[in-house]
């Protein structure tokens, strides 16, 4: 079984430019999670859909981070425009239960110069 | 603002030790709690999750639950230098969200 799948693995773009994300969950997961690491700190909680609903998107940072999962399935994260703060590793994770086990992807790892 | 606190270490252990981690979280409403090995370089991987309060044992790993105490460890028996990794330590709330610590990083001294 296909665990989750994250794309691109690296993006190196200006600051200002637009860089989008892509998460592919583990099948039947109506769970997916969007997480950031950035250097040095913990692995910060941005947002959680339940199939393709938000159920939070608390830790978002501002308007620039624009999340989706059209049709429940796979997701996208947008960032528009790029700050330089915004470089760091973008982590998806899947669970089938609410608050439940959380597999994870490989990381985008998005660098902002 | 709900907080889960790790010791960042570097943990030294030697091998064949049993290696303790330790966790606190600030909610006392949370409900499901995890274990997670993250290699340098690579995603999380989840190795244990307990939801009661107690022990709970897989193969060389135990979870340690308590409520009260708002305390989660985890013991790694006959530890192996395939354990070096950090540990990252992640709490499930009510509203369903997962927070996570920031890690304690293992190192088994061959």
């Known amino acids: 079984e296909a665990g989750v799948t994250q794309f691109p693995s690296h993006s190196v773009i200006e600051k200002g430019q637009t860089v989008t994300l892509r998460c592919d969950p583990i099948?039947?997961?109506?769970?997916l999670y969007w997480y950031r690491r950035v250097m040095g700190k913990e692995i910060k909680f941005l947002l959680h859909f339940v199939k393709e609903s938000k159920q939070d998107e608390s830790g978002m940072p501002n308007n620039r981070f624009l999340a989706e999962r059209t049709g429940g399935t796979y997701s996208t994260l947008k960032v528009q425009p790029a700050e330089l703060e915004d470089s760091g590793v973008y982590f998806c994770?899947?669970?089938?239960?609410?608050?439940?086990?959380?597999?994870f992807g490989e990381g985008s790892r998005l660098t902002v110069l | 603002q709900k907080e889960v606190e790790q010791n960042s270490g570097p943990l030294s252990v030697p091998e064949g030790a049993i290696a303790s981690l330790n966790c606190t979280y600030s909610d006392r409403g949370s409900q499901s709690f995890f274990w997670y090995r993250q290699y340098s370089g690579k995603s999380p991987e989840l190795i244990m999750f307990?939801?009661?309060?107690g022990d709970k044992e897989d193969g060389r790993f135990t979870a340690q639950l308590n409520k009260a105490s708002q305390y989660v460890s985890l013991l790694i028996r006959d530890s192996q230098p395939s354990d070096s990794a950090t540990y990252l330590c992640a709490v499930g709330g009510r509203d369903d969200k997962i927070i996570f610590g920031k890690g304690t990083r293992l190192h088994i001294l061959p």
């Open positions: 099948s039947g997961h109506d769970n």
């Open positions: 994770a899947s669970s089938q239960a609410r608050a439940g086990e959380l597999f």
């Open positions: 307990i939801y009661s309060n």
